[in-house]
């Protein structure tokens, strides 16, 4: 027999990065009163978790408020996520969306949907959630967010204007969810936040490789891997960890520029010099090292993107985020005169994934050990998943693999992944 519920239906609409992902599933974690619908036509509330990383996510916003207008179930619309800093007040005055709430706020999300009148709550940017949330990828692998804001000031940036300082979440609790996720079979953990590195910075009792430590000591983890870290917060404390067998051997390291001047220019905090010599010091230990690169911000002039190609040769780099700059307004970097032209972004943002493409075959070609791969899911009897290094590995087998963790001693190199059989 079917039931059918007569509770008001809404449909989150989830715009950005993981973190946004994270926050719509605390506000799903939430919600009591209500059903979730998995299409704007069948609700009666929308509910926009927002993106304003760029001006471009604005008006993706702003082009599905439209949208939503001509629908005939003609939803409420509420309005939450980053953008509620940024384009929020202008839609609610102008009487595009009904209501507006903050991040602060999302916990509360079932008794705000039920309010009739408009609301316009932005609430405040100290908050921390007491909801924590994992988002699990196929049976095994699992992401944590470990905290939420950042205190670094780069010049492009306009996250910690919407999400606020930096600031963590309680250990014990994050442990506690790592614990039961062990239980329920999840062996691979993956911590993210806005700025992870910055875990603990507040509390001088605790530091992102004090937490790490615990995580290692939860009986069931197997391998624990990081988001993206600043260079700046990889101190002696977390370096005496690169000897664990249970820390993925790869790192996310963002530089996003190996320009002494322009690392300058985007108020960054790293120096290319010392970056190098970290660099070399954890890929001395086995490591894959990857990044984050920003093509194309203003002030990048041909000297300065040679001298930073010059640079990254150096670099024992395996893996990139490339990403061609993108104006974000109410930032410094978006007043800034010395544009570069999108054609000329392109060929250095080529130019920099080919070199990182050879220096990850080349690196591939030179592993000694046996590949560690936790397989995470199977298309045609080939199996697909990310060894200790992160890189992607085919495998063929007959046996079913999926969730299973496997060794490999021998496989091919390929342009873009590993293949073997099984
Ligand atoms: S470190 Fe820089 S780029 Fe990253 S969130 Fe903080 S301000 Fe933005």
Redesign the pocket.
């Given at each position: 027999m079917k039931f059918s519920s007569n509770k008001p239906k809404v449909y989150f609409k989830t715009f950005g990065c993981r973190t946004n992902i994270f926050d719509t599933q605390v506000m799903i974690n939430n919600l009591k009163d209500f059903d979730i619908v998995s299409n704007e036509s069948l609700a009666d509330i929308v509910v926009i978790n927002s993106c304003t990383v760029t001006n471009s996510a604005d008006s993706s916003a702003k082009n599905y408020v439209n949208s939503l207008k001509k629908l005939a179930n003609n939803p409420k619309i509420f309005f939450t996520g980053c953008g509620v800093w940024t384009k929020g007040e202008g839609l609610f005055n102008d009487g595009k969306i009904d209501s507006l709430f903050g991040h602060s706020l999302k916990e509360e999300i079932n008794e705000i949907l039920k309010k009739q009148e408009r609301v316009f709550e932005p609430g405040n940017l100290e908050h921390i959630d007491k909801t924590i949330v994992s988002e699990f990828v196929g049976k095994s692998r699992a992401f944590i967010k470990i905290q939420e804001g950042?205190d670094?000031?780069?010049s492009y940036?306009i996250?910690?204007y919407v999400r606020g300082d930096a600031r963590s979440y309680d250990m014990s609790v994050i442990l506690e969810q790592i614990s039961t996720l062990t239980q329920n079979g999840f062996g691979e953990f993956i911590l993210t936040g806005?700025?992870i590195g910055s875990y603990g910075k507040k509390d001088k009792n605790t530091s992102l490789a004090k937490l790490l430590k615990e995580i290692f000591n939860i009986k069931g983890v197997r391998r624990v891997r990081l988001g993206s870290v600043?260079p700046v917060q990889i101190d002696d404390e977390f370096k005496e960890l690169l000897n664990e067998s249970k820390m993925a051997k790869h790192l996310h390291i963002?530089l996003q520029h190996t320009s002494k001047d322009m690392l300058r220019i985007m108020n960054r905090r790293n120096k290319v010099l010392d970056d190098l010599a970290l660099f070399e010091y954890i890929a001395d230990r086995g490591y894959a090292i990857g990044t984050d690169f920003i093509v194309g911000h203003p002030g990048e002039t041909d000297s300065l993107w040679s001298e930073a190609m010059q640079n990254l040769h150096r670099f024992p780099l395996t893996h990139i985020h490339a990403f061609t700059y993108s104006k974000r307004d109410g930032t410094p970097s978006a007043s800034m005169k010395e544009i570069v032209k999108g054609d000329i972004a392109k060929v250095r943002y080529n130019e920099l994934v080919s070199i990182i493409e050879n220096k990850n075959i080349e690196f591939r070609k030179s592993i000694k050990e046996p590949l560690n791969i936790l397989v995470e899911q199977e298309k045609s009897g080939v199996f697909f998943g990310y060894d200790q290094f992160y890189n992607p590995i085919e495998i063929t087998s007959n046996t079913d693999l999926v969730a299973d963790w496997v060794e490999i001693g021998n496989f091919e190199v390929q342009k873009d992944k590993n293949v073997a059989k099984f």
């Open positions: 950042c670094f000031r780069c940036c996250i910690p806005t700025n600043e963002a």
